[in-house]
T-cell receptor
Framework: GAGVSQSPRYKVAKRGQDVALRCDPI?????LFWYQQALGQGPEFLTY????????KSGLPSDRFFAERPEGSVSTLKIQRTQQEDSAVYLC????????????FGPGTRLTVT | AQSVTQPDIHITVSEGASLELRCNYS??????LFWYVQSPGQGLQLLLK??????LVQGIKGFEAEFKRSQSSFNLRKPSVHWSDAAEYFC????????????FGSGTRLQVQP
């Protein structure tokens, strides 16, 4: 079946612009995660949804970052007034439900802020 | 707070040689443990996972890992490396209760020489 998809795959933004990154999880997956992966680093957690409820947003680095999943399926990560330090790959993952369930990752969106 | 250390940033092995990638974790109890692989421009693919039971875990592509509680380690091994194994490898820990996010190490880049 289809895996996790993300769009766009690449995004170049000028400093100060707003961006929106989309994630389409695997159908039926209850849990959805966003991670940020800086160059040469492992992914770092940003936020977690269970259905439409955002249960953990402790990893969001500033109030410029906002995520939503209004119908419990597609999710959007929005970054306002982008800064150069926001340049990274943003990974989305979904998983069925239980903590032990595997997280399935999308290919990521590479954001470059110039 | 949980953490993961992958001491080797970069490893080079010859094709056909054996491989061991190190992973040490810090966590208050027994965590869930994962190894993911990431090829350039791709998302993360799960190689194997440990939840409970047998401490030697078999995964895909001929990989295995052994959970050693006394050493807080979860090293990844493969008896004979193929050129297609060249990629970035990430170890991750997850909590059994509470927070659902995974904590990743900084990764080990594997290069395979012909």
């Amino acid at each position: 079946g289809a895996g996790v998809s993300q769009s766009p795959r690449y995004k170049v933004a000028k400093r100060g612009q707003d961006v929106a990154l989309r994630c389409d999880p695997i159908s039926g997956h209850v849990s959805l995660f966003w991670y940020q992966q800086a160059l040469g680093q492992g992914p770092e957690f940003l936020t977690y949804f269970q259905n439409e409820a955002q249960l953990d947003k402790s990893g969001l680095p500033s109030d410029r970052f906002f995520a939503e999943r209004p119908e419990g399926s597609v999710s959007t990560l929005k970054i306002q007034r982008t800064q150069q330090e926001d340049s990274a790959v943003y990974l989305c993952a979904s998983s069925p439900r239980r903590p032990r369930d595997e997280q399935y990752f999308g290919p990521g969106t590479r954001l470059t802020v110039t | 707070a949980q953490s993961v250390t992958q001491p080797d940033i970069h490893i080079t092995v010859s094709e056909g040689a054996s491989l061991e990638l190190r992973c040490n974790y810090s966590y208050g109890a027994t965590p869930y443990l994962f190894w993911y692989v990431q090829s350039p421009g791709q998302g993360l693919q799960l190689l194997l996972k440990y939840f409970s039971g047998d401490t030697l875990v078999q995964g895909i592509k001929g990989f295995e890992a052994e959970f050693k509680r006394s050493q807080s380690s979860f090293n990844l091994r493969k008896p004979s490396v193929h050129w297609s194994d060249a990629a970035e490898y990430f170890c991750a820990v997850g909590a059994r209760t509470g927070r659902r996010a995974l904590t990743f190490g900084s990764g080990t880049r594997l290069q395979v020489q012909p």
